[in-house]
């Protein structure tokens, strides 16, 4: 060290938010010592988080400071995809090719041929969908529809419930009745787990409901290993018996639910018998778990979106809502269900993302489930996307027809991210984003009811820029001189929530940024739908529902059976159920690019059942390939009881190019969509299996 150079800087500790997909939304307390983060631990005063963190993000600082991040904009030289290599370009480069060659589609073909291709990478209010929302409206660029993740189970239960609403979970520590619903908490929503144990310490009886015996359900007191995609049926089931034997509530049935009768008529065919054959269940256990749902109160349904990727997503969510209404379980602040809180917060998201800069009539729509179809044959063509917060490479369904969509010459792709990920292979423009501790953001959250800022911890890392920073100076490059351009990060975190909305009560962004984190202005320990209030058309749990109907859907819940699977002809070729969960070590795809996470997950495997395993001829720890029409992969087996025979278990996402054979899982996987709300059918997926 020199005697001029500037002594380090105390360390210092920032207020942060975990910005990552996932239903925890953490508080972080991030350390900060010459520039460098150096420790992320969980803030102990919020408490959903509670001083923990997962082991992804407790080790944060080796992902802002790893030796991958891009640092400054590049231009492909060489072919696209695996290998592409890059050089080095200005900021004003990037932002003058991408303007000149938007301009150009722009005029010869129309800005819906632009395509804006994004998700939730970043899941702050800002990083989700702000400026750049308000560019590619300006723009008239196509919209997308973001139906990758959620929105099916949405829509099915928005159908029911009226919004992404449901119970506190800060109040399930006091149901008798816990049940984990298609979710993984241990993996997936850990901070909800530790709830979960708390209400079992005193005394509440776990119930898990998925095909996979996971870590969340070898803790539970029972598990019940239904077939993929048959939770419609199940739910119908238990509506059946609890009609059947009265084990309902008529004063709150007569009081704040709708169609009853119609309801009734409905699941009279969905006796336990046929229910039990549809979902590989003993009638006993569907009559049982009726009993107990009806008589062990408070009762509480936690459920998530591990039910809504296949073809009766929609329908799954709708049916399960149904539940706590029939049982007035509602009535309890520890009873009900909950899929997400998300739509507690009042978003202004108008404000936020104007789409009333778009032009009329608005611009086609393109769904990001099917975009390796649409890159092919949508009409008019698309001719260049703009990829952010997402690696759809890695991530959409069907990755064959994904890669042959990126691969397309002709095709000007833009990429931004932290990481050089399989999408940013088939880039023109590769762009660096900065990660969330260089940068400002305000958040809600799908899993708890706080909201949060996230204050930048330390300076941008090379040129990388925040998505907000990057589409204002895009805009600006194109002439945007709408005012809202203007509008600083401060600005948008203001303008991202109607501060007079009574559940931000006595808050303001003002007060939040001084504060950190705030609970929403909503009543502790109470039973949001007690005396109904659903925010439906009517105000009522609709187990009928006209909106449905007005959209040409069936009004009633229904059992929509997988598409592969009933299909016998598919079957015989094809005859293992394939459901590709998440890794507990990856988020989507991030993190799998990290050498301590790959090392912890070892190699993509997929888990077989004894029986179907000795069928094969393949033992434990052999390399397999995994097939159907669509495609394949490779992967190892693990050979184990807690897959049921004729389902499979592949953990996601791996990155191909980090993958054995520069594959990975989506291979197989269609771009089928679901019942409601254009989702991805990732677990709609019959494969073969079959020794390397
Ligand atoms: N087979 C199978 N496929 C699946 C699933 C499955 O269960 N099985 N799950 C599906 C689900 S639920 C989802 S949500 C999708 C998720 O798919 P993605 O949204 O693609 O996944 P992520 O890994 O969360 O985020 C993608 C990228 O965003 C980048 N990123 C993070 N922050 C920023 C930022 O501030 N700016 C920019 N520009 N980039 C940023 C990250 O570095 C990462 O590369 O995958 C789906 N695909
Ligand atoms: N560690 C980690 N955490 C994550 C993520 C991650 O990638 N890694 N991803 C985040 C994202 S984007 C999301 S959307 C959430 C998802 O969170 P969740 O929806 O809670 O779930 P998953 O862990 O995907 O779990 C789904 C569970 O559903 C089971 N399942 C599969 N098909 C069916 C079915 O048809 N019926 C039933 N009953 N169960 C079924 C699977 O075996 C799995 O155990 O998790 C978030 N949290
Ligand atoms: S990934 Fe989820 S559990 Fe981990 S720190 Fe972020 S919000 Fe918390
Ligand atoms: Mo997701």
Not at 79 to 84: E, F, L, T
Not at 530 to 545: D, M, N, Q, R, V
Not at 626 to 643: I, K, L, P, Q, S
């Amino acid at each position: 060290m020199t005697e001029t150079a500037p002594l380090p800087a105390a360390d210092r500790t920032v207020h942060g938010a975990c910005p990552h997909d996932c239903p925890d939304t953490c508080a972080l307390e991030v350390t900060v010592s010459a520039g460098r983060v150096i420790k992320v631990a969980g803030a102990a005063d919020h408490a959903p988080t509670a001083g923990v963190l997962c082991t992804k993000v407790a080790f944060y600082p080796e992902r802002i400071h790893h030796p991958d991040r891009l640092l400054y904009p590049q231009r492909r030289i060489g072919a696209k995809g695996p290998g592409a290599r890059f050089e080095r370009i200005t900021w004003d480069e990037a932002l003058t090719a991408i303007a000149e060659r938007f301009q150009r589609i722009a005029a010869e073909h129309g800005a819906e041929a632009i395509v804006p291709y994004s998700y939730a990478g970043n899941s702050g209010m800002l990083g989700y969908g702000s400026m750049d929302r308000r560019f590619f409206h300006r723009l008239g660029a196509a919209q997308l529809d973001r139906t990758i993740c959620a929105s099916a189970g949405a829509m099915g239960y928005r159908a029911t419930i009226g919004a992404s609403v449901g119970f506190d979970p800060e109040n399930v520590v006091d149901a008798r009745l816990l049940i984990l619903w298609g979710t993984n908490s241990v993996v997936s929503n850990l901070h909800f787990w530790r709830l979960a144990q708390e209400a079992k310490r005193r005394g509440a009886r776990l119930i898990a409901i998925d095909p996979y015996r996971t870590a969340t359900a070898d803790k539970c007191h029972q598990h019940i290993a239904l077939l993929p995609g048959t939770d419609s049926a199940l739910a119908l089931g238990l509506m059946h018996v609890l009609i059947r034997d009265e084990l309902i509530d008529r004063d709150y049935i007569a009081r704040y639910t709708l169609g009853f009768d119609a309801l009734a008529e409905r699941v009279r065919s969905y006796a336990p018998a046929r229910v039990a054959a549809i979902c590989g269940l003993d009638e006993a256990t569907v009559e049982q778990l009726a009993h107990d749902y009806a008589t062990l109160a408070p009762a509480a349904i936690r459920t998530n979106y591990g039910i809504n990727r296949t073809a009766g997503g929609g329908m799954a969510l709708r049916a399960v809502a149904c539940l706590p209404a029939l049982t007035g379980a509602w009535r309890q602040p520890a009873g009900g269900v909950l899929l997400s809180t998300s739509g507690h917060y009042p978003v202004a998201s108008a404000a936020l993302e104007r789409p009333d800069l778009m032009p009329s009539p608005p611009p086609r729509t393109i769904n990001m489930s099917t975009i390796g179809n649409d890159l092919l044959h949508a009409r008019p063509p698309i001719r260049a996307l703009f990829v952010y917060n997402s690696n759809p490479v890695a991530v959409a369904p069907q990755a064959a027809e994904v890669v042959r969509g990126f691969a397309r010459p002709d095709l000007f792709t833009v990429v931004h991210d932290l990481f050089q990920t399989d999408t940013a292979d088939y880039a023109d423009i590769l762009l660096p984003a900065t990660s969330h501790m260089e940068q400002l953001d305000i958040h809600k959250s799908y899993g708890h009811l706080y909201l949060q800022v996230n204050r930048p911890a330390i300076a941008p890392l090379g040129e990388a820029l925040p998505n907000t920073e990057l589409f204002r100076r895009l805009a600006r490059r194109l002439g945007f001189d709408d005012a809202c351009f203007a509008d600083s990060d401060d600005d948008l975190c203001r303008q991202a929530f109607d501060w007079s909305d009574p559940r931000l009560a006595g808050l303001s962004w003002e007060k939040l940024k001084a504060d950190g984190h705030a609970r929403l202005a909503l009543p502790r320990g109470s039973a949001p739908f007690a005396a109904g209030g659903f925010p439906t058309p009517s105000g009522k749990c609709e187990f009928y529902s006209e909106w449905l109907a007005s959209q040409g859907l069936d009004p009633l819940p229904d059992f929509i059976a997988p598409r592969e699977w009933q299909h016998s002809a598919l079957a015989a070729d094809f005859p293992l159920a394939l459901i590709t969960p998440p890794a507990r070590n990856f988020l989507n795809t991030s993190f799998a690019n990290s050498a301590r996470f790959l090392a912890q997950e070892e190699s993509p495997e997929i888990h077989l059942h004894p029986a179907d395993a000795a069928a094969r001829g393949i033992a434990n720890g052999s390399p397999v390939r995994v097939f159907n029409r669509r495609g394949e992969f490779r992967a190892r087996v693990v050979v184990t009881d807690r897959v049921r025979s004729g389902v499979a278990m592949a953990t996601s996402i791996w990155w191909r190019k980090r993958s054995p054979d520069g594959r990975n899982c989506n291979e197989v996987t269609s771009q089928a969509l679901t019942d409601m709300g254009g989702g991805a059918t990732f677990y709609d997926c019959l494969v073969e299996v079959a020794k390397a």
